[in-house]
């Protein structure tokens, strides 16, 4: 429950900080801003890329499901 009401609370602060970007004026506190993963909320080890974390990113790779992206086995 905590996690979501983080995640909820962040995608808050980053939506009113890419509109005052838009704006075209200087957020108060940009490093407040951060990224989270899209499927588990995690913070840590996020990829801007691919938008999840390492640990999310592991397991869709796996499956297949990010295309052009293979677990490598040897």
Do not use: D
Not at 28 to 34: K, W
């Amino acid at each position: 429950m905590a996690r979501t009401a983080l995640v909820n609370k962040q995608k808050k602060q980053l939506a009113a900080h890419l509109r005052a970007k838009r704006a075209g004026k200087k957020s108060t506190f940009p490093s407040r801003v951060y990224n989270r993963c899209l499927l588990c909320g995690r913070r840590h080890g996020y990829m801007r890329f691919f938008g999840v974390c390492r640990i999310c990113f592991r397991e869709l790779a796996t499956r297949g499901e990010i295309p052009g992206v293979t677990k490598s086995s040897w």
